[in-house]
């Protein structure tokens, strides 16, 4: 099994946490791992984005062009990584942020309505665990197990008290993700 993924969209949304959490998932899981985040120096509002490799084998380099799956959760991430799924990939994306839905015919997309429901949770924060609910529900490279363990590992200890919540939001995600016909 080898998953090569990018994730992207606006600083502040939670992409590189998202995908470092992920990493975490596949070395609670003994896999090889690739955790590749790019962004602008905007903290907040920048572009920002993240290349996750899990594999049952050695990653030769965490550099990609084309990707079995793309989160993208803004219309500028759209443009630049809609046409970087490989046929038969997943796109998966919130529409709240995208104004010209993807166009592709050869992938699979979904919608999750990631900020709908990180409103309704009354909580921001947890838009991302949204998100990566929605994934593991699409593509389970890694189990929710997993998930919560690399959650512990990349929260503070002070935060941790946020677990129950992000629990929460990760399961909100693989109900409300939806299959685009």
Do not use: C
Request: zero cysteines; a neutral charge; glycine letters at 8%.
């Amino acid at each position: 099994m080898k998953e090569e993924i990018i994730i992207a969209g606006f600083g502040g949304q939670g992409v590189l946490s998202m995908g470092k959490i992920l990493a975490y998932a596949g070395l609670m899981h003994d896999k090889e791992v690739s955790w590749m985040p790019a962004y602008g120096p905007e903290q907040r509002g920048g572009t920002a984005n993240v290349t996750v490799i899990i594999s049952d084998d050695k990653i030769s380099s965490p550099v990609l062009n084309k990707f079995d799956t793309a989160i993208i959760l803004n219309q500028q991430s759209m443009d630049k990584f809609e046409s970087t799924v490989k046929p038969g990939g997943i796109l998966i994306y919130d529409p709240h942020g995208i104004t010209h839905a993807p166009t592709r015919t050869d992938i699979s997309m979904y919608t999750v309505r990631a900020m709908d429901a990180a409103a309704e949770m009354e909580n921001s924060k947890a838009f991302n665990m949204v998100v990566l609910g929605a994934y593991l529900k699409v593509k389970p490279a890694v189990d929710l197990d997993g998930v919560i363990k690399g959650l512990k590992k990349s929260l503070p200890e002070r935060h941790h008290h946020l677990i129950p919540m992000n629990e929460k939001a990760l399961q909100k995600g693989m109900d409300i993700v939806e299959k685009v016909k």
